[in-house]
């Protein structure tokens, strides 16, 4: 009599890897990144290349792309298809605030590794430092010995952060101004011994400029608080005077610059008062031609 066959009771565990692999895939670098562009494209260099390129793998590049909320990147898997290519991803993407307008809508980003630096780059908060020469013109008359003053530079350095401020994250600018190319989370701080300036929009958030560097120094009345985007801080101040969202909500001068949508200017009075100003209008006072010509 036969035996019963015997049942394999161990399970045999998966066997995998990942490694970084060096595959070449081929680029098309858009303009607009719309379906018709691609269509034109691809008609021009993909379907005159008698096959070269069929059943590939590519990437878009939207380095130049303005606007990637309106990115329909799902559409133009649709035109590479008819095309013959696999659209499996796209590149270019330089800064975290593009990458996450794409990861959220699930677009692969797939960056060659020149991009991949640059955007690691540019996570790195930066210090721009120009400096303002002050020559004094003197002559000297033989045989007199006349004292000339030295020539002087002032040093006017700038923080630079491109990417957004997470919430309760604090950014510092000791003996600087501070400039955001993003937004700002809820109970996020930047702090600034000179000016601000936010290239995004601030909700709840806590913005100092011209900050006190200790008991005895009144800080700096001359610094400006530049908000492109949405003007809604929690606290606002400029060498110690501040503002709350509460005072800033009552003030009617702010409420309507704040429904122009065109960005909020904020400066320091004679008697330290916060004073409020569209970009447009700002750029007429003399704090404007002081401010650029440093």
């Known amino acids: 009599m036969d035996a019963a066959p015997q049942e394999h009771t161990n399970k045999i565990s998966p066997v995998g890897d990942i490694s970084h692999t060096g595959f070449s895939l081929a680029s098309i670098k858009v303009q607009t990144g719309t379906a018709d562009e691609l269509e034109q494209i691809l008609m021009q260099k993909i379907d005159r290349a008698h ?20 990115f329909d990147f799902f559409q133009l ?81 700038i923080k630079i952060v491109r990417r957004n401020i997470r919430s309760g994250e604090t950014v510092n600018g000791q003996n600087c101004s501070i400039a955001i190319y993003g937004s700002l989370g809820s109970h996020a701080r930047i702090i600034a011994s000179h000016h601000v300036f936010i290239f995004g929009n601030v909700n709840g958030a806590d913005l100092f400029a011209g900050a006190p560097k200790d008991a005895s120094d009144p800080g700096l009345t001359d610094a400006v608080i530049h908000v492109q985007g949405e003007f809604n801080p929690s606290v606002l101040a400029i060498a110690g005077n501040y503002r709350t969202a509460e005072d800033l909500d009552n003030d009617p001068v702010l409420n309507r610059i704040r429904s122009q949508k065109s960005g909020v200017v904020v400066t320091l009075t004679q008697d330290n008062n916060l004073s409020y100003s569209t970009v447009n209008d700002f750029a007429t006072t003399p704090q404007y031609a002081a401010l650029h010509a440093h």
């Open 77 to 157: 898997q649709e035109v590479c298809k008819r095309h013959e290519l696999f659209l499996i991803g796209v590149t270019g993407v330089v800064n975290e605030d593009r990458a996450d307008a794409l990861i959220r809508r699930r677009i692969p980003v797939v960056n060659s590794n020149r991009y991949t630096r640059i955007r690691q780059e540019n996570l790195k908060p930066k210090i721009v430092t120009q400096f303002l020469e002050v020559k004094v013109p003197v002559q000297v008359p033989v045989p007199y010995e006349v004292k000339v003053p030295y020539e002087v530079k002032v040093p006017a350095p």
């Open 51 to 70: 096959g070269a390129y069929r059943n590939s793998p590519v990437v878009i590049n939207v380095e130049d792309v303005g606007n990637l909320n309106s």
